[in-house]
């Protein structure tokens, strides 16, 4: 079983909505990231907190905002979000924040935007 | 930016044959990274390969790092079923310290 836990495991939402994904890591690792796979691209990499202070931010548009308020759990705020944005959102943690360190995946939030 | 990239990105193969992915990297990796993710699921790691030349094994799998430590291998020895799914790489930079994700390979095996 994964290390990180992440909720919802799905979620619909139409464009005016707002949401957040939840991801809480139990490995006391420093660093947590956010990614977003969809089946047109590959894993890419759109935010990474290591020691709770945002450290990279890969131009990913205003519409989705992070958040970590301490080392072990990690947010992301969604609003007036666009179709294309359906994507199976996956949140991960590890020991160290600089690339050394292996990831530790949870199981992602499928998101559909409607 | 840093690139990098694997091949094939398909390969579906017959239980009991070979099967191997190549990951490249537009610059040299101070370290790589195998990934695997069954359909439906989240990547777990793997391996991690840090020296130039490198080779672990771990059953039937075979890592590789190259000497330029541009690129790295993964060969499955006498596929199984359960061995479906979708392989990664990744790497972090010399220069810089984020993983980045080839595109994977995705291993289908008929029984």
């Known amino acids: 079983e994964t290390g990180v836990t992440q909720t919802p495991r799905h979620l619909v939402m139409g464009m005016t909505n707002k949401k957040s994904l939840k991801c809480e890591q139990h490995?006391?690792?420093?660093?947590m990231y956010w990614y977003k796979q969809s089946a047109k691209k590959p894993l890419e990499l759109m935010f990474v907190?290591?020691?709770?202070?945002?450290?990279e931010n890969n131009s990913v548009p205003s519409r989705f905002s992070p958040e970590c308020p301490n080392s072990s759990h990690l947010f992301l705020h969604l609003h007036t979000l666009q179709p294309e944005d359906s994507a199976l959102y996956l949140c991960a943690s590890s020991r160290g924040g600089e690339g050394s360190s292996p990831l530790h995946f949870g199981n992602g939030t499928r998101l559909t935007v409607t | 930016g840093q690139q990098v990239m694997q091949i094939p990105q398909y390969q579906h193969v017959q239980e009991g044959e070979d099967f191997t992915t190549y990951c490249n990297s537009s610059t040299t990796l101070s370290n790589i990274q195998w990934y695997k993710q069954r359909p439906g699921g989240h990547p777990v790691f793997l391996i991690q390969?840090?020296?130039?030349?490198e080779v672990k094994k771990q059953k039937r799998l075979t890592f590789q790092f190259g000497e330029a430590k541009k690129n790295s291998s993964l060969h499955i020895t006498a596929t199984q079923t359960t061995d479906v799914g979708t392989y990664f790489c990744s790497g972090p930079p010399n220069a810089g310290n984020m993983l980045t994700f080839g595109g994977g390979t995705r291993l289908m095996v008929k029984p």
């Open positions: 390969l840090v020296k130039s030349g």
């Open positions: 490995l006391g690792h420093n660093a």
């Open positions: 907190y290591s020691l709770e202070e945002r450290v």
